[in-house]
């Protein structure tokens, strides 16, 4: 059970992770153009 717990959890910091990456640029870019 605490297997699985941990498995679901780091699958939710990598997609948290990744969705804060791929916002970046999008900021970035966003930001500079005004």
Not at 3 to 12: D, H, K, L, V, Y
Request: avoid cysteine.
């Amino acid at each position: 059970m605490s297997e699985i717990w941990f498995r679901t959890g780091e699958a939710t910091v990598l997609a948290a992770e990744g969705q804060y990456t791929d916002a970046m640029p999008e900021v970035l870019i966003g930001s500079t153009r005004g």
